[in-house]
């Protein structure tokens, strides 16, 4: 049996699944994604945690794997151009060629919040759909574009970068470089430079407190929704302020492609769940062309999404995927 492999690469985490043909989950792995060494030491780390799945599911090998990494990717070469979430990872780095060379593996690498998309799309939230935006809060803001039942890659492998729509021209200093962007209000790291900046100022916020209590050294998406729970003020108010962004953001981008469907993932997403979910449609409203365009729903396969897009696109590798012709309109021929 052709065994295959998604992996979701993390800016804290590597997750690895192992799955049948069909997507059944029969191996996983887990573990910290290197803080040092660059990209040799993740390389280093992904294989051991491929090992150990690949072992978990009785397989002597692998068909095909499909890695979601973070950052900027060159989906035909298996090249990850660019990757600021990853520690010591400036240059241009041959990831897919690697994992092939190393596992005899066929490898697919695109980028992380694609690869989430994609599982969620074959899997999850929006199995059926054929229009569908997916916006992943995380470290960063990321998303991806579903379009005719077809995930969108972009002549630059860029398409869905949401976060980098200008929610307020002349606004905060995004990690990009520009100004306004939606990932400057509502990305994890933006939010933990907003409270350390706010708590130098003197405002008070257990959001540290709990950091350091859990041995943590920045601020979690779980350390955001326990300071939530305990009302703490300035995350109350970081979560307001990414909401609005959020709100504005989604429903200009649900403007331009008339989606049938928003679903919002990633690790801040799906740990603060419905409710975050109710209040960034309620916020988007306002700003609709068409008044409740688009249904607003949580990621289905949550921590699993990435590995298990991952699978799905190592099982287009092997076995490339035929999506049902267009129906022609009526009255062509
Ligand atoms: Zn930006």
Redesign the pocket.
């Known amino acids: 049996m052709s065994l295959l492999a998604g992996v979701d690469v993390g800016g804290t985490k590597i997750q690895v699944v192992v799955t049948s043909p069909d997507l059944e989950v029969i191996g996983q792995s887990r573990g910290p994604t290197p803080a040092a060494g660059g990209p040799p030491a993740v390389v280093d780390a992904l294989c051991a945690l491929l090992d150990e799945a690949r072992r978990q599911a009785g397989a002597d090998g692998l068909a095909a794997i499909g890695v979601g990494a973070p950052g900027t990717i060159e989906k035909a070469t298996g090249v990850v151009a660019r990757s600021p979430n990853l520690a010591g990872w400036m240059d241009p780095f041959p990831l897919g060629p690697e994992l092939e060379r190393r596992t005899g593996a066929r490898v697919g690498v695109d980028n992380d919040v694609h690869a989430g998309m994609l599982g969620e799309l074959r899997l999850g939230a929006a199995r059926g759909l054929r229009d569908v935006l997916g916006v992943w809060f995380g470290t960063g803001v990321g998303g991806a574009v579903v379009l005719d039942g077809a995930l969108r890659s972009g002549p630059h492998g860029a398409s869905g970068e949401i976060?980098?729509v200008c929610v307020r021209v002349g606004g905060r200093r995004?990690?990009?470089?520009?100004r306004g962007?939606l990932?400057?209000y509502a990305g994890r790291a933006s939010m933990e430079r907003r409270a350390r900046r706010l708590m130098a100022e003197g405002r008070r916020t257990d959001l540290f407190r709990i950091m350091e209590h859990r041995g943590l050294d920045h601020l979690t998406s779980g350390v955001f929704a326990r300071a939530l729970a305990a009302g703490d003020d300035l995350a109350q108010d970081l979560i307001d302020e990414a909401v609005a962004a959020a709100g504005s953001g989604i429903a200009s981008v649900v403007n331009v492609l008339d989606v049938e469907a928003v679903v919002i993932g990633g690790g801040l997403g799906t740990r603060l769940g419905e409710p975050f979910v109710a209040r960034v449609a309620a916020a988007m409203q306002p700003h609709l062309f068409v008044t409740g365009a688009a249904r607003v729903v949580p990621a289905a396969l949550g921590d699993l999404a990435g590995a298990l897009g991952g699978a799905a696109a190592a099982a287009d590798l092997v076995t490339p995927v035929r999506r049902p012709a267009r129906r022609r309109a009526s009255g062509t021929g």
């Open positions: 976060g980098h995004c990690g990009c470089g520009r962007c990932e400057a």
